[in-house]
């Protein structure tokens, strides 16, 4: 686990206030401070922890955690924006800020019990991003497959089975661990999380948890992607986050509040690409070429409507399932808008960048601008957090007003049987 340090900023632009105009300049700043280390941390593939001490000081970590619980309650709307300026800088940070405030930590503050919401607000609120454990190496787009088990014990239950793809994997402090769980008789419930705290600093290792390999990825080289493995891991059965409506339907009701994170990943696509854009309006100033500035080409002017346009849009839909949040007694934003918005600011975002790499020629090319960086980091948005083709069996049947089962039987896959193997440790 790598040391926090400080690095110097002027702390008289970090202002710690909910109002959203203070929240948007402290973001600012801060990315302002972010853009020039980002190639560091993608080049030495290293988590940014410099960035992370910066954004727990300035209250960006765990902003959505009500105040209550020592967070600013902050709507999710403000969130995006926030995470868009971040963005525009540094990818790796902004997808920090989405995991501390969105997803993992908004299922436990929704569902958890008061004690798991003290327990867990204070660790995210000093820097930790949760990692959120779902996908399994043969449950991907079909998570309700997974078949890590957690099998009741007295007061305790007994996880077994192994995640992959696990952002923050060995950086995460919290983790929410997806898993079918079994009463002491083996009978299953449905699906819950549970709450796994591992800190090796602070000496929390629990025994059974250990972080696997570490995926090389062409993108957000910083953020470590690593399997997890559950041997026999005791978890307190106080850690089990149990929606309101039960097991049966829990995981439908986990799964809403990763929807929040849906937008989320949406925005940070977004704010790539409006860095991007921001380069190559410059740029196109700049650079001349048949002894005029590129800008006064019409090619490249259409180009440039477009990229706009599309931003433009994108932004729209965002914000607009962003507000959906806390409307018709819902706590997270609406599914189909969540889908919409992470689907075509995901597709748009990476035509953008491509659009400004292409603008630079070869400069776009080298890694002496950016755009290659952002180029491979933007190209992760249609796959991580619901690929666009899930989501676009999501909209379809919401459209047809449809149930859209892709299982050969028609059945939903949480039926589906758990191998015995599984039950136990090997
Ligand atoms: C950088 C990164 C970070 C991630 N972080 C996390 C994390 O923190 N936690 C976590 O739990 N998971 C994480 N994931 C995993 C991610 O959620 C899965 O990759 C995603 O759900 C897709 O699963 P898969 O990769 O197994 O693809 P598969 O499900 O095997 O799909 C392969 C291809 O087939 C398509 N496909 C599958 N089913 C259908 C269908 N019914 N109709 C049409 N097309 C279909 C998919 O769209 C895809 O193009 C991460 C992934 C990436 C890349």
Redesign the pocket.
């Known amino acids: 686990m790598g040391i926090l340090v400080k690095t110097p900023l002027d702390s008289t632009l970090l202002t710690r206030s909910t109002h959203p105009e203070n929240l948007l300049s402290t973001a600012k700043a801060l990315a302002e401070s972010f853009a020039g280390r980002a190639a560091q941390f993608d080049q030495s593939r290293s988590y940014c922890w410099e960035n992370v001490q910066q954004m727990a000081d300035a209250g960006l970590m765990g902003m959505t955690i009500p105040s209550k619980w020592g967070g600013q309650g902050v709507s999710f709307l403000d969130t995006v924006r926030v995470v868009e300026e971040i963005a525009k800088a540094c990818t790796l940070s902004a997808r920090i800020i989405v995991e501390s405030n969105m997803g993992g930590i908004s299922a436990i503050m929704a569902y958890g019990t008061d004690e798991q919401r003290a327990y867990c607000a204070p660790i995210v609120l000093a820097g930790d991003k949760p ?5 399994e190496p043969d449950a ?4 309700t497959e997974m078949q890590t088990s957690a099998r009741r014990n007295g007061d305790h239950y007994i996880l077994n089975g192994t ?1 992959h ?4 994997g060995g950086v995460s402090k919290l983790h929410l661990v997806f898993a079918r769980v079994f009463d002491e008789v083996g009978s299953a419930l449905g699906i819950g999380g549970f709450i796994v705290h591992r800190d090796p600093t602070s000496g929390i290792e629990p025994a059974g948890f250990e972080i696997g390999r570490r995926e090389r ?1 062409m993108g ?1 080289c910083g ?1 470590p ?1 690593t399997e997890l493995h559950f041997k026999d891991l005791k978890v307190d059965a106080a850690m089990a986050v149990i929606p309101p409506s039960g097991l049966k339907r829990g995981f439908a009701e986990l799964m809403d509040a990763y929807n929040s994170q849906r937008i989320g990943a949406g925005t940070i696509a977004l704010g790539v690409a409006a860095g991007a854009f921001d380069h190559a309006r410059r740029y196109l100033k700049q650079r001349q070429q048949f002894g005029r500035p590129l800008a006064e080409f019409q090619g490249l002017q259409w180009m440039l409507a477009d990229m706009d346009t599309g931003l433009h849009a994108a932004r729209l839909l965002l914000h607009d399932a962003a507000r959906t949040a806390g409307r018709d007694g819902r706590i997270f934003p609406d599914k189909t808008a969540a889908a919409r918005a992470k689907l075509f600011a995901s597709e748009t975002a990476i035509k953008v960048v491509n659009d400004a790499l292409q603008m630079f020629g070869a400069r776009g090319f080298g890694d002496q601008e950016p755009l290659e960086r952002m180029y491979r980091d933007v190209r ?1 948005f249609t ?8 989501l676009r ?1 999501q909209i379809a049947g919401q459209v047809l007003d449809m149930k859209t089962p ?1 299982t050969r039987s028609g059945y939903d896959s949480v039926e589906i049987e758990l191998k015995p193997s599984l039950l136990a440790a090997e």
């Open positions: 990692a959120i454990c779902i996908t991907g787009s079909a998570a995640k793809w696990i952002t923050g990825t957000l953020m992607e992760m796959i991580g957090g619901g690929t666009a083709q899930i069996t892709q």
